[in-house]
């Protein structure tokens, strides 16, 4: 409350939680009265239901909007199951292909040099969303059947992008996950979508959002019924010029205190430029994430999307050696 | 190019440019070189093509990445028509309502009083996108009917909000005008949708979203055919904490240089608090701004969402008092 | 507290809060317990001393860090006399002239200008804190100088900046009001020297601090006994990258309910381009700031330092007509 | 120059050119004409010459503000010595100690704690940049002495803030090795005095400045005639909440290729919470970084400053067994 916020005042605001089922505490103390509001669900509740009471100064949370994301709600760690490769638990899992599938060839050969490195997963774009209506957006369904075809051919499950709420059932028919991109982590009617359907899915964090949006959007995926969560930090904007997203790489200890899902590093998008990428994806696997996504494309120079972020095959194999070497001096394996 | 890069290396970028049917232009300086590209499409060409070249140290554009919502394209200022009422003319237009429909007597009332103290656009949100899973999302299709209703009963335009791709013809068919929110600035399938509709629209800037982006999304809207596109400043995400957003003032003069869409401001979002609302709204006026975007409540107290933001109508009707004069002493009217 | 925090945790925060002489109350949730510390000085307590102990989850502050500056330290708006000049009343101070004086005929042409057209006090820079060391640095004493010397000429008290806690006492002796500019609004050195002067001060907000820390760096001023201080909102940095900083204009709202000193704005630092001061400044007198400090000089294609952002003669003549018309809309004058 | 200028406005801006001795070439584009400025020293020259003339849209740097900072300057890395510990080779130089020297008792058993772990240098301020005129502002003159006491106990040298440019000879007097705070990155006055003396110094980032404007503030130490400087990356300002600043983790990387100065993080004010420091740490040393700067208190619990983000002696030494191991999975030891 207000300092010198009258009796009738924190009367009302009294009544007002007593209305919605909460136990109240006053808090008196020497120059403002804090009103303590318990109960079972604050954490779903508005605040602005009380803020905007006459003498009420604001509203503070101590539960988090977000429940089944937390640790609270579960405490041991959680593990995905993409097609038999287990993300969370001690191997540390690398994604990696081209930013957008542009063709068989570039794509089965981007294939071959990412498993022969060591990557579990083949990640690649079929449906794009490109900031620019003039840009290249994808093959689409095309794209989608060129990755089945490179999962039959070399093994490796595939990972690609859905942007529409409406393909949903038909990229899961080819994929064996999903991911949802930066610019819809809060596109709801796609949250809920994904949700509904039992396919994993990679929850990248929005560029501009904090970590406890980011868990409360996961909460859309897991209130639909859909457990198979994994969070993918991908750098967030800040002011500084020298790099296309600040990677938040707090963000990996953070969550590991409030979350129970896997976390996952893309340090390609990032860093916009290849040179900067092996150092943050060393440091994304020292400070304790779960896997790694990454850019490879077989003719960085040709890429239609995003060359300038892909590595190389063989500049992925040398960072794969490095990556192996620091995982196993924390106790873990790639 | 970089210090010391070959002569070899300059070549190669110059045969990839004019292999991109770019002419090109060498400046030689006492460190570096500089690359020119000259051509008539540069902005639209991507960058990465050239940055992953050997030797070369940065890509610098000169030309913008949009096209058709600039000022260079369209040189007068564009008016927007919403069932009569023009935006971006001499007219200050003021679009207020409740953030959310929740009630056929909630949304009459709130019509009543925001178009008895001078507003000429009735908002109201049948379809909300809530950050939480477990918070009211909207009447949804009885909130358009209501909408309906309201116009029909008070001889009013009604704004509202379109979230998922395949609602697009729904919401069309009930109001005049479309907004598309600002977690949704980058939602492609959806600004594609509405690009292919001829319903005017009003494209809230994303909250972490340069003002460049938001512009190259317009063409998005521009290049389906649909160029009834009104943009609205609604705060930016920034480190402060005192507001919810920082509303970015300078957009606006920024805007009127780089386009010639109109410009309006949506205060309520920003602030967060109604106290707040005043000074911002007239701060939007006095600045440039072709209207505003106001969140009204008949009782915001039991306001199902938002009610802190919310003015009451009798705040609503002294604001726009006030708004009147400032409008008056630039030379416009409300 | 965490969730499931043991009693004997719970326990020993209170001894601790006991110690420093504060009382406390329990706040028994469904989930988690919270510990109520009460007392008259907690918003001088360090958090860390709670928030350090086991069971502890985090530690919020219901009282702010600053006092002095605060509103509820004193109710009554603040004025702030700088030699005649009355800041924070019905009047809209408009301090003006160019970032750097350069030579006596520059700044003599910039003090009979703006003068004429109504400014009330003569803004120049004499010592100039510059990004780089190759940079024009000012004329230092000979500046002040020539200052002191357009004040006798023009009659127009002067403010300008002290960027070292040693030259205090100099530019007192020289100019009416002194400047602390933004780079130094954490420099606790010069902020405790200017305390313990009487001159009249404009402290700048640091361009990455929030309003808290600008107030709590007030508060430095005003411990010292300094208590004729003015708040200088001039942007922040954010991701907008059309603009040299985002001028924050909610930060005068939310000033005027937070502290009682006045507040004004320097829409010309923000801006960087002279294109966008005129949008700026009426924005920020519409929004209630009870002065401007704007550049102007009286050939900006010759300025040393700032050029793009100074307004020439003509220019500013032209503003300050517009700005006495909304200023009088507003019940205010110029 | 903007689609339009005229031949006249493009002729100014050659001649302004001219004027400072520079080389000019023009690039004439389908729709605009770029003006190529062509020189040894453009990047020392302001920008606002050019933009400010008629016709000019906007004026775009190819080379960098700073000079003597850069790779360019000196393509080999520097190493900088600090009483015989080499910063910049393959040792990982850890620096560690309390926040704030409290007393002896205190900084005796950090020292010894840290020394037994394997830190290099030993920490300690005495001098207390502190955000409330009403916190514990430092022992000062007496934190200084019995820095210097400790270094002869437990022969380690040690590294201090120096926050008045009055008190550089002061602390140079008792200290192997100065620090430059994050808030002071841009206080001139102070670089100025710090760059003339010849000890060592650890320049901090500020927390909202560019990398950029980072080594810019390293040439002013340089240009002064002090090449003993390594950079520090602290955190910088986001709007994520979760944790006190967001690491620059890319930082490293970056200054890797565009400075030849040695890097070292701090990971204890980036975190603000103990927890998350060793996550920060172990990614540092991944990514590259020369150094850490580490808070350790032997009694965090009783801290005057900072208890939250120190680390437990029993907690530092854990940490330092981890960083051992990956400091050698990547080449280098500790």
Known sequence: MKTGASQEEIDSVVQKARSQGLDVQLNVGTEKTVVALLGGNTGQLPTDIF????????????????????REFRPMPSQVSCSGVEI????VVIMAGPCAVESEEQ?????????????SILRGGAFKPRTSPFSFQGLQKIGLELLAKAREQFGIPVVTEVVDPQDVELVCSYADMLQVGSRNMQ??????????????????????????????????????????????????????????????????????????????????????HYSLVPAIAKAAVAAGADGLLIEVHPNPKEALVDGLQSLSPSNFASLMEELRTIAKSIGRYI
Chains 1, 2, 3, 4 share one sequence.
């Open 187 to 272: 596109n709801f009617a796609l949250l809920t979508n994904v949700g509904k359907g039992r396919c994993p899915v990679v929850l990248k964090r929005g560029f501009a959002c904090t970590i406890t949006e980011w868990l409360t959007a996961a909460d859309y995926l897991l209130a639909e019924g859909n457990d198979q969560v994994v969070l993918c930090e991908r750098g967030i904007r800040t002011f500084e010029d020298s790099i296309r997203f600040s990677l938040d790489i707090s963000a990996i200890p953070v969550l590991k205190r409030s979350s129970h899902l896997p976390v996952i590093v893309d340090p390609s998008h990032a860093a916009g």
């Open 51 to 70: 803020a905007v009471l006459p003498g009420v100064e604001s509203v503070t949370r101590i539960m988090k909007p977000y429940k089944l994301a937390s």
């Open 88 to 91: 969370g638990g001690e191997c």
């Open 107 to 119: 794509l089965m050969e981007a294939a071959k040099a990412v498993k022969e490195s060591g990557a």
